[in-house]
């Protein structure tokens, strides 16, 4: 689940992704809330006048935390909608620990990675030139929105499952991000698991 928020830009809507979806979308209307659906699931909210009940003191992608995740709750709830937020508020960018790197099966520039990210194992498929087991980096987990916007699913890649990514200095937006295309490699003074942005 994402929170967009950008009262400058578009006005005094809380936009919540929930899951990332194209349209053609069916809405619904009630009591300054609208539930966005596709092909009957629901996938986000729009709530209207949000700062008249809930405080938000950030602008763009914001962070979630559990009281702001229950104010909204308690918007949807009251406007007549039963559907139940994900109260997930781990954190999306983790230091994960390459364990094992495979070639693709179907792809010759492409490397399945085994990533232990501290509570779980990902497999993830990249096609980084300098990703290597043993390495400590940097994985955007799925429900991750990168600094372009895009939001990180799980996917298949030539056929083969991929739950996150492992990112780059430039795609984290960082300054002096290198020219060259490759993965940010970490030290060891990174702790397995540990958020990578504070």
Known sequence: MNLFYNPKGVGDVAFIQIEPSVGPFEY???????????????????????SNNVTINDNGHIKLTTELIKDLQQLITEAGF????????SPKFVV???E????????????????????EKLQIVCGAPNVESGQKVVVAKVGAVMPSGMVIKDAQLRGV???G?????????LP???????????????????????
Not at 82 to 89: A, K, R, S
Not at 101 to 108: F, L, R, S, W, Y
């Open 100 to 119: 094992t790197k495979e070639k693709h099966p179907n792809a010759d520039k492409l490397s399945v990675l085994n990533v232990n990210v501290g509570t």
């Open 28 to 50: 619904e209307q009630k009591h300054g809330v609208v539930e966005i659906k596709k092909e009957n699931e629901v996938v986000g909210y729009n709530i209207f006048n949000v």
């Open 176 to 198: 002096n991000a290198p020219k060259e295309k490759g993965i940010m490699v970490l030290n060891d003074d990174y702790d397995i698991g540990q958020a990578f942005f504070e």
């Open 96 to 98: 994960g620990y390459v």
């Open 165 to 173: 990514m492992i990112c780059s200095m430039k795609e984290l937006n």
């Open 161 to 163: 499952d991929s739950s």
């Open 82 to 89: 039963d559907y139940q937020l994900d109260t997930d508020v």
